[in-house]
RNA sequence: GCCCCCAUCGGCUAGCGGCCUAGGCCACCGCCCUUUCACGGCGGCUACACGGGUUCGAAUCCCGUUGGGGGUACCA
């Protein structure tokens, strides 16, 4: 049989690193077995439902490169897939489950509700306020109905036995029916839950194996015994454990939890926060890092998925988007970088010299976040650095190491690295200084800035007359002239 | 409270009874390279949560404790 896979977000706003990993795994785990890929959007709750969220997950999506075979894009044979789309099926298996006795109104308020839980916590069966009204008698469903109360659809959950699961990250987990209580399947208003709603579009799309965050492991057994009430079979599950925060704490929209979009304004490449991401979690064989997208395809596998959570890691993402820059060849690089600079409203995107700058950065920055401190101010002309231009107006030496420079320069016909080293370290030796002594003020006055891209390069780039001219404006400055 | 999951260096992880005086990567600390910052190279620091078992032998299996996470909604 094929492989059916989902991926079921609820829209309830911006895609963060953890479901951004549970896409990446269920798409990882489609493309090995060269099965379908589905995007799922879970709308049943319309309170909580972002507006532009399902654009902005599915923008997300494609800027990972994560192309799903059906969508709510590109539809599909099992489509709507929607589910504020999919109501009538709802009902129909509402009907069919309250037909056969294994679903009822209840008709419990909020109050009631509340007050019974509160009761309960006393007792040894917390899942007793879910079942009061599950044999309410032909009168008292009417009388209920008189007085104007609407139901809820619950499930009737076995009283006796056990639902066993045998997660293919988790292993075998046992479940006691008792403890599960009756689940919320349609609420007042007619609108299915999640309870519901999911677990049967995945029986109606044909759904194989389940890949969901672990967070949802203790609402499967439900799910699974309401399939089995439907004749159905239960998918093959796998729960992935959560991604924490520095702290320790599960990643979430509230909680620190970066959008995939944020990664993206900061200048990463979505290669590199997709294999970033798939080794959060998951290793081929504890050794490689680096792998490319058919790389992880190829490899990827449930049965190495890691069952313990997973601090998400800055660091190593930054150092992994460093690899994959340094990588790419000029005309990618210079690619990517204008897109990314585009994106951000730079205006350094149409620089016509942009490609030339691309030696000067590439084995030096991490994300294209860091492009612009580095050698913006030789593609514009801008204010300097306050503490580093203070450091020139300190430097005893100054006026001598850029008055010198302007000397060594102005002779010059010949304007690339190379020559500028000779001519550079020319004047070194006339001051009888270290380079890293003379350097400094030349590389202030040039850039603005301490830290810069290579200095002959940046001079080159620059070019003879607009280096001579910050050189002479530098040292106008330390003079006080 | 109750239920479920998890537990190897600071972080990501390898390890599925002997190959482990625990390997790789990031970070960190040295050194080298060097015009700053980086990159790169070399070296180093640091971990099997604890307590009981099982076994000739346990990081690996079992039980308990502790700790962390998740769930306990007419959220998903």
Known sequence: MSVRVRFAPSPTGFLHVGGVRTALYVWLFARHHGGTAVLRIEDTDTEREESGAIEQIQRSLDWLGLDFDESPRVGGPYGPYLQSERSERYQTVIERLLAQGDAYQCYQTADELELARAEARQTDDPALPTRLHRDLTADQIAAFERA????????????????????????????????????????????????????????????????????????????????????????????LSMILGADKKRLSKRHGAASVEEFRDAGYLPEALVNFLALCGWSWDGETELMSVAELIERFSLERVNSAPAVFDHEKLAWMNGQYLRGLDMAAYTAALRGYLADAGSPLADAARLEELVPLVQDKIGTFGEFDALVGSLLEQREPDAESWQKLLNDDHAARILAAAVTALDRLTVFDAET?????????????????QAFGPIRIAITGSTVAAGLYESIAFLGRGASLARLKHAHAAVTGV
Request: aromatic share 4%; proline share 6%; with cysteine.
């Open 148 to 239: 104007g109360r609407s139901a809820v659809i619950r499930f009737r959950t076995p009283l006796e036995g056990e639902t066993v699961l045998d997660d293919l990250v988790r292993g075998r987990v046992v479940f006691e029916h008792r403890l599960l209580g009756d689940t919320v399947l349609m609420r007042a208003g007619g609108r299915p839950t999640y309870q519901l709603a999911n677990p049967l579009d995945d029986l109606e799309m044909g759904i194989t194996h389940v890949i969901r965050g672990e967070d949802l492991l203790s609402s499967t057994p439900r799910q699974k015994l309401l399939i089995e009430a439907l004749g159905g079979t239960f998918p093959e599950t796998a729960h």
């Open 420 to 436: 500028l080293e000779s001519a550079l370290r020319g004047v070194c030796e006339e001051l009888e200084m270290k380079p890293r």
